[in-house]
């Protein structure tokens, strides 16, 4: 075996290719918060529910009340995969990230939210 460095490479979904010297370990994350949304008997919508839910854990600084998916994901099309999936009664899940944040929603309304864990020194 060669002494040397590693050198590994990633591709991207859209096909550019990066190479690293060194390889990276995928980021680890721990459960901060769990909440299941009862759309029946809440008012509430899927992502509305979603975006409360993270300023509840992320705390935004300067008093910031709002957050706008559109950023990190199309809510549209989170709302209409769930809601599709939940209806056919097959188990999914979407997964994106909001500012370091891994988000899971599930077809089972169920929001997964974890933060990353320091890295290791």
């Not at 300067?62 to 950023?71: A, N």
């Not at 990230?97 to 290791?120: D, F, G, K, M, W």
């Amino acid at each position: 075996m060669n002494s040397e460095s590693m050198r590994t490479k990633t591709t991207s979904w859209f096909g550019s290719t990066t190479e690293h010297s060194e390889p990276s370990l995928p980021p680890q994350y721990a459960l901060v918060a769990s909440e299941t949304i009862d759309l029946e008997s809440s008012s509430s919508e899927l992502v509305t529910s979603v975006v409360d839910i993270l300023i509840d854990v992320m705390e935004p600084a300067g008093g910031q009340t709002t957050l706008s998916l559109y950023e990190y994901v199309n809510p549209d099309a989170l709302k209409d995969i769930i809601e599709a999936s939940a209806s056919k009664k097959s188990g999914v899940e979407v997964r994106f990230t909001v500012e370091n944040y891994l988000i899971t929603v599930r077809s089972n309304h169920t929001v997964l939210i974890y933060e990353p864990l320091a890295a290791p020194q």
